[in-house]
């Protein structure tokens, strides 16, 4: 049985990026950009003024004196003209600079007073000009393949004259629930079933790392209900199964799995909540075979199917970081599993504090909506006091962490 950190890294070297396409700038925002960005000009492109006031000969402001006005140039136009000695042309913030100036005074620096502009303040050479290629230079590349889309990104792209962009593709991610106990979304719980939760709690997690989730829906526990729900999964770019794959059950999932062609990698993993997790390639496509409790399928979609997915829509960084936080209870598990202890955080005084989020029972769903970190308590320890340290890292990207 592979340990957390093996299992992993077995997911991790199965799965590649996948193909690229081109997409609107909005439609790239989150992804991430498989190309080069060159720039095909300079930024600005010409010098141009910073701030709104008058356009001068630096020498002609030394001492401050008064000029007389011979143009104006509204952002947009060009100058008809250079600046004469002893002359300026009023100018708006953006437009180009005329010629033979060297220096913007701000309207808060002169008074203007008919078709003459007393300058109040020296004038320095230079001064409110934004030079052509201050910003960037034209051949110079601004965005790097492998970055994440952001909102300055796509400024960046606009100002090189992109509207289109290429960025890795979003995989489509099937999944599928498994079980004759289940009901639909919306139906009414009777005694002996459950709802399931996992296809939308599964799916939820699949578009929040910015893929595609197609829901199957159910597969009853008969070999042809899953044949016929596993065939339409593999079309798609991954599969994930829900439930199952527990050990003393007719293990259905990995039967029919097998029988289309899918090699399994591993099987059950040293960990508490998830060990029987079960991951797999048919013709090099991921297939994670995921428990039915929906926490244990929650935890095990967020340690192993998110940094997957990631890495095929071409992220470099996959893992969600582990920062410190005192552990602020006793905590005690079995010896040789990670275990995965849902928790609260609080900042104080500049350290994290890990309160456990509630009963660690795998069966208590309501402790996964208090806890906004996963504690990664290591395999070898089997006990924890108040005030060790320990690693979490966040399930809750929006957690507010208040000061007590
Ligand atoms: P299993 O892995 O089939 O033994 O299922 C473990 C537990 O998870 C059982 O209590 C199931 O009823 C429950 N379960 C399985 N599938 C789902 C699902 N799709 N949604 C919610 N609970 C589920
Ligand atoms: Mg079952």
């Known amino acids: 049985m592979p340990s957390f950190e093996e299992a992993r890294r077995l997911v991790l070297n199965n799965v590649a990026p996948l193909g690229s396409e081109r997409v609107g700038l909005l439609e790239s925002l989150g992804r991430v950009i498989a190309e080069d960005i060159v720039a ?62 060297d220096a913007v005074v701000p309207f808060e620096d002169a008074e203007e007073c008919g078709d003459q502009v007393r300058i109040a303040a020296p004038g320095k050479r230079g001064q409110n000009i934004r030079f052509a290629g201050e910003d960037v230079r034209r051949d110079e590349t601004v965005i790097s393949a492998g970055k994440v889309i952001r909102a300055a990104e796509t400024s960046m792209l606009v100002s090189c004259g992109k509207t289109l962009v290429t960025v890795y593709r979003k995989p489509m991610v099937a999944i599928l629930s498994t079980g004759d106990e289940l009901l639909e979304p919306g139906e009414t719980l009777v005694s002996g079933k459950v709802l399931d939760s996992n296809s ?60 289309l062609g899918m090699k399994q990698v591993f099987r059950w993993v040293d960990i508490g909540p998830g060990a029987p997790t079960c991951f797999g390639l048919k013709d090099g496509k991921p297939v ?10 929650m935890i095990t979609f967020e340690e192993f199917v998110r940094p997957a997915l990631l890495k095929m829509m071409g992220h470099r960084r996959v893992l969600k970081p582990l920062v410190r936080a005192i552990l602020q209870q006793e905590v005690r598990k079995k010896p040789g599993k990670v275990k995965f202890l849902r928790v609260r955080l609080e900042s104080a005084g500049g350290k994290l504090l890990a309160y456990s989020a509630g009963d660690q029972n795998t069966g208590i769903l309501k402790t996964m909506l208090l806890a906004d970190a996963l504690a990664v ?20 990207e929006d957690a507010e962490l208040l000061e007590p």
Not at 223 to 229: F, G, I, M, R, V
Not at 245 to 257: P, Q, T, Y
């Open 40 to 101: 095909p000009w300079n930024l600005p492109a010409c010098d141009n003024a910073a701030m709104d006031g008058y356009a001068v000969r630096s020498a002609d402001c030394q001492p401050p004196r008064s000029l007389r006005i011979t143009g104006f140039v509204p952002a947009g136009a060009v100058a008809a003209a250079p600046v004469e000695a002893g002359c300026a042309i009023k100018i708006m913030t953006g437009a180009p600079i005329p010629e033979a100036c």
């Open 200 to 259: 939308v709690s599964l799916a939820a997690g699949v578009r929040g790392c910015g893929a595609t989730p197609v829901i199957l829906g159910i597969a009853r526990d008969n070999h042809a209900s899953h044949l016929e729900k596993m065939t339409e999964g593999l079309r798609a770019d991954v599969l994930i199964t829900s439930a199952g794959v527990s050990a003393g059950e007719r293990d259905l999932v990995r039967e029919v799995l097998a029988e």
């Open 288 to 297: 994670f075979c995921l428990p039915g409790n929906p926490v244990a399928s």
């Open 377 to 396: 308590l290591p395999a070898e320890r089997v006990s924890f006091s108040a005030g060790d340290e320990v690693e979490v890292h966040r399930i809750s």
